[in-house]
Each structure stands twice: as C-alpha cells, then as structure tokens.
C-alpha cells in the first residue's frame, strides 16, 4: 500500500461524498425526475435510492447478490413511493455503520463503495450541467490503487481514469488516450465496470 493510500480515510471521504450529493438533491429546483445518463436510465430520484439502498441493505445484511445488477434494481424499486426527502432521512440514519467500516482497518476491497459514492457524485454533477470535480485525496488516492491494478496506464488525470474504469467513457475516447504502448484490439482488461455507449460529455471544473 503507498502512503496516499495509507493516509487516505474511507469513511470520511464517503461521508463527505454524502454530504455534497444530498446538498446537490436537494437544491431548490433540481428535477428529480431528469435522467443520469451514465446510469441504467436512472433518475435522479434513482440514483438516490440506490445510494440510500445500500446503505439501508448493508445495514441490515441485506448482501445476497451484491452488487450485482438485481441488487441494485431492487433498491430503486423499493423506494419508488418514497420521496428524495425520504430517502436523504433514511440515508442519514443508515451511513454511520457503513462510514464506520469503510474507515476501518479490515475495509479492504469494500472501500470499493467509496469509489462508487465519488462515480455517481460525478454522474450526478454532469446530468444536473455541473463541471464534474471531486476532492483531490479521494482522486490521489483512486488513481493510484488503479495505477497498481492496471498492466499499462494512459498519461491521464485521476479523475478522467476514474471516469473511464468505471465505464463512462466509450472505446473510442479511451483509445484516443496518451498510451505508453498500443493497448491492442482487446481493452476489456481496463474497462471495469462496462463500456459507454455514448460519450456523456462531461466538463471537467478548471484545475
């Protein structure tokens, strides 16, 4: 583990991360019915309630099938009478045990959730025309955990390889990246988590 690794606390960057997407939500004149497009054609609205529902499921051991595509579909179906205020409340109440974890020793590949808080703060600035910026330890520390998993590493930013690994960039703009070598014909090894469609067209905030 590298030192940005060692000093970097989970728990507080998911809690941080939480902090500025309900303030986002719950903005006066958000539409939570608009789409995410980085998401399975989720809301707004959705995409709060797949946040809340993980919480409210690993507070209540609720991990059968984590976190697979039928898992996360049942929180958003769950919660469709429940409105974003609703959900925000519930969050609250679920996010200790789970910021909790995340800030402990034994998180281990769990902290994957709080890559996954940062993603969809990230999805959520860019379907609501915000430029999408997160805070510079959690990027520190993302890019370098990807930088120890990935074979060969495009001379990108932190964020704009957090946002191609977890499938929100196309094939296409990941090739035209600064590679040290030719990637090849086959990129699924550094695609984590899919490959865009679409290019979402996201606006990065000035560095």
């Known amino acids: 583990m590298n030192d940005a690794q060692g000093d970097f606390d989970g728990g507080l960057a998911y809690r941080a991360a939480r902090h500025r997407i309900v303030a986002l939500v719950t903005a006066p004149g958000v539409d939570h019915d608009a789409i995410v497009p980085a998401t399975p054609e989720w809301s ?30 049942a929180q958003v179906e769950r919660s469709r009478g429940l409105s974003v205020a609703d959900l925000v409340a519930q969050w609250e109440q679920d996010a200790p045990m789970i910021e909790a974890f995340f800030s402990s020793a034994g998180a281990g590949l769990a902290q994957r959730g709080v890559i996954d808080i ?18 510079a330890d959690f990027l520190q520390w993302v890019g370098a955990l990807f930088r120890e998993e990935l074979r060969l590493v495009p001379r990108v930013s932190d964020l ?15 090739r035209a990246y600064d590679w040290p070598s030719d990637p ?24």
């Open 44 to 73: 707004v609205h959705d995409l709060v309630a797949h946040l809340a529902g993980i919480a409210r499921d690993a507070a209540t051991g609720n991990m059968a099938g984590a976190p697979g595509d039928a898992w996360t579909a």
């Open 118 to 135: 940062h993603t969809h703060e990230a999805d959520l600035l860019n379907a609501l025309g915000r430029p999408v910026e997160l805070p």
């Open 160 to 174: 704009e390889l957090l946002r191609a690994r977890l499938g929100r960039r196309t094939e296409a703009e990941v």
């Open 184 to 207: 090849g014909d086959d990129l699924d090894w550094f695609f984590a988590f899919g490959i865009a469609e679409r290019s979402l067209g996201e606006v990065s905030a000035p560095t």
